[in-house]
């Protein structure tokens, strides 16, 4: 850097900010803190700033074993810029930690020959104005940011690998899982709902002829089939482990099955009605399940009902991948209840009636169909704010349920009363195509990252299988042909016989 700055006749940094950085990296503590004003921190931070760097300098006589120094800096120092007495005694109680490793655990801190000098420099930043020191690894973060815009505009974007920012990126629809690969036609009637494992192994579908079957996601060759249900499949889920699978039935019951024996576990009976939804917990020794009863149950995978919510027609409900709250679509309004109080914890409401949700793997975006706007919603669920719709697709009768799709969730894909499957990018919020095949309503899409295939499932009785089209694929892989002009090539023949005739 030095040798940058004196080539260039340019000052990265004022001496004063480098002599900061330094003595803080170096634990020098006297300058730092003699430093602060240059830093030029509002006054209304002052005391915020002193703390961190006080706390810093106790840690480390903690973990210096110089108890006697360090409690004088508790008492003398730390607590004159801290009036929060919660702090105050949780800082007093790592005194009392037997080891090093006991203190770091309890303070959630990695030690002087960590990063924890690093992230104070970092988190100090947020009180110090850029235009006096540029923040770490800026150049970093700016380069980031340029290939993130570069992923962003690339409509088909859908790869894990690198992408470079000496050219323009664009990833080619023959990438794309776009051609149907497989049609799946042994159910006997209309295809309600399909879901891929959480591993990719499998594919399961349900169906209104009152079977699941359970498919090898290597072949598409039937893996198991599913019978004891003694009406149509509404729902289906899979446990996190990909080991069991729930099913929701019109007959009013839930039932649960070990996918490599196909045999049923349990029968689950308390509903009064249509089962309309269920979900896992992560834990996999839960779930939970809604019906046109009204009834919402918490289970136990042993049968018993943990918790009841009652006086909602629920149509749909979801848990998100991190889990702890169980989020429900009744009409216009979503839900969302706290797995541990069981109370109502928020709740968002919506122009028209919903009729399913997914949770993105993140657990921060909610997508939902909506029937009357026939539109596609998606939701922050940190700031309950709509970020984005997507149009284009039919939805007015039944219910459609979409999805995420690409490696890095970036698209949303959905079925359509016209028995086409519609795919926007999610960013761009762009309409990228409209497949055609099935000659009923779509009504299920779910994608399988691990394969880059996704399945649809329709009311002509069929499960099609998308993926990329091998043939354009390889087409595009080959090098380019080139082509000699008529002239050149006669002008080789020629040398080439005149060589000949010297030999001879």
């Given at each position: 850097?030095?040798?940058?700055?004196?080539?260039?006749?340019?000052?990265?940094?004022?001496?004063?900010?480098?002599?900061?950085?330094?003595?803080?990296?170096?634990?020098?503590?006297?300058?730092?803190?003699?430093?602060?004003?240059?830093?030029?921190?509002?006054?209304?931070?002052?005391?915020?700033?002193?703390?961190?760097?006080?706390?810093?300098?106790?840690?480390?006589?903690?973990?210096?074993?110089?108890?006697?120094?360090?409690?004088?800096?508790?008492?003398?120092?730390?607590?004159?810029?801290?009036?929060?007495?919660?702090?105050?005694?949780?800082?007093?109680?790592?005194?009392?930690?037997?080891?090093?490793?006991?203190?770091?655990?309890?303070?959630?801190?990695?030690?002087?020959?960590?990063?924890?000098?690093?992230?104070?420099?970092?988190?100090?930043?947020?009180?110090?104005?850029?235009?006096?020191?540029?923040?770490?690894?800026?150049?970093?973060?700016?380069?980031?940011?340029?290939?993130?815009?570069?992923?962003?505009?690339?409509?088909?974007?859908?790869?894990?690998?690198?992408?470079?920012?000496?050219?323009?990126?664009?990833?080619?629809?023959?990438?794309?899982?776009?051609?149907?690969?497989?049609v799946l036609d042994q159910h006997k009637d209309e295809v309600w709902f399909v879901a891929f494992s959480p591993d990719g192994r499998f594919l399961a579908s349900a169906s209104k002829d009152g079977?699941?079957?359970?498919?090898?996601?290597?072949?598409?060759?039937?893996?198991?089939?599913?019978?004891?249900h003694s009406g149509p499949l509404a729902c289906l889920s899979w446990s996190l482990n990909s080991r069991v699978i729930l099913t929701g039935s019109n007959d009013k019951t839930l039932r649960t099955?070990?996918?490599?024996?196909?045999?049923?576990?349990?029968?689950?009976?308390?509903?009064?009605?249509?089962?309309?939804?269920?979900?896992?917990?992560?834990?996999?020794?839960?779930?939970?399940?809604?019906?046109?009863?009204?009834?919402?149950?918490?289970?136990?995978?042993?049968?018993?009902?943990?918790?009841?919510?009652?006086?909602?027609?629920?149509?749909?409900?979801?848990?998100?991948?991190?889990?702890?709250?169980?989020?429900?679509?009744?009409?216009?309004?979503?839900?969302?209840?706290?797995?541990?109080?069981?109370?109502?914890?928020?709740?968002?409401?919506?122009?028209?009636?919903?009729?399913?949700?997914?949770?993105?793997?993140?657990?921060?975006?909610?997508?939902?169909?909506?029937?009357?706007?026939?539109?596609?919603?998606?939701?922050?669920?940190?700031?309950?704010?709509?970020?984005?719709?997507?149009?284009?697709?039919?939805?007015?009768?039944?219910?459609?349920?979409?999805?995420?799709?690409?490696?890095?969730?970036?698209?949303?894909?959905?079925?359509?009363?016209?028995?086409?499957?519609?795919?926007?990018?999610?960013?761009?919020?762009?309409?990228?195509?409209?497949?055609?095949?099935?000659?009923?309503?779509?009504?299920?899409?779910?994608?399988?990252?691990?394969?880059?295939?996704?399945?649809?499932?329709?009311?002509?009785?069929?499960?099609?299988?998308?993926?990329?089209?091998?043939?354009?694929?390889?087409?595009?892989?080959?090098?380019?042909?080139?082509?000699?002009?008529?002239?050149?090539?006669?002008?080789?023949?020629?040398?080439?016989?005149?060589?000949?005739?010297?030999?001879?």
């Open positions: 850097m030095e040798t940058l700055q004196r080539e260039s006749g340019l000052v990265y940094e004022a001496p004063p900010i480098s002599d900061f950085k330094n003595a803080l990296m170096a634990g020098d503590w006297t300058v730092v803190e003699s430093l602060l004003p240059v830093m030029q921190i509002p006054a209304r931070f002052e005391k915020d700033v002193l703390f961190l760097v006080k706390r810093q300098k106790y840690l480390e006589l903690l973990e210096q074993n110089n108890l006697r120094m360090a409690l004088m800096v508790l008492r003398g120092e730390v607590s004159s810029v801290c009036a929060d007495q919660e702090k105050l005694h949780k800082l007093s109680s790592l005194i009392m930690c037997g080891s090093v490793e006991d203190l770091m655990e309890q303070a959630q801190w990695d030690g002087i020959n960590g990063k924890s000098r690093l992230l104070l420099l970092m988190e100090l930043q947020n009180y110090i104005s850029t235009s006096i020191m540029i923040p770490e690894r800026r150049l970093e973060t700016l380069i980031e940011q340029a290939l993130d815009l570069q992923r962003m505009n690339c409509l088909y974007h859908n790869q894990n690998g690198d992408v470079s920012l000496f050219a323009d990126h664009t990833c080619s629809r023959a990438q794309f899982p776009c051609k149907t690969r497989h079977t699941g079957i359970v498919w090898d996601a290597s072949d598409f060759g039937t893996f198991q089939t599913l019978t004891g099955w070990d996918v490599e024996s196909g045999k049923c576990l349990r029968t689950f009976a308390s509903h009064l009605d249509f089962v309309s939804s269920c979900a896992w917990l992560p834990d996999g020794q839960h779930f939970v399940s809604s019906s046109v009863d009204k009834n919402i149950f918490l289970w136990s995978v042993k049968g018993q009902i943990l918790h009841k919510w009652t006086g909602l027609r629920v149509s749909d409900l979801v848990i998100p991948p991190l889990g702890g709250v169980m989020i429900t679509i009744a009409d216009r309004r979503i839900r969302m209840y706290s797995l541990t109080t069981k109370e109502e914890v928020g709740s968002i409401i919506e122009q028209d009636s919903i009729t399913s949700a997914v949770v993105s793997q993140d657990s921060k975006a909610l997508l939902l169909n909506l029937s009357g706007s026939q539109e596609i919603h998606l939701w922050d669920l940190e700031t309950k704010r709509l970020v984005k719709k997507f149009a284009g697709h039919k939805q007015g009768l039944f219910v459609i349920r979409s999805c995420f799709g690409g490696f890095k969730q970036n698209f949303v894909l959905s079925g359509s009363e016209d028995s086409s499957v519609y795919i926007w990018n999610r960013d761009l919020q762009e309409l990228v195509e409209v497949l055609k095949g099935h000659t009923g309503c779509v009504n299920s899409i779910s994608w399988n990252a691990r394969h880059n295939i996704f399945a649809s499932a329709s009311d002509d009785h069929t499960i099609r299988i998308w993926g990329v089209d091998q043939q354009q694929q390889q087409q595009q892989q080959q090098p380019p042909q080139f082509h000699q002009h008529p002239h050149q090539q006669e002008e080789e023949e020629a040398e080439a016989e005149a060589m000949a005739a010297d030999d001879a």
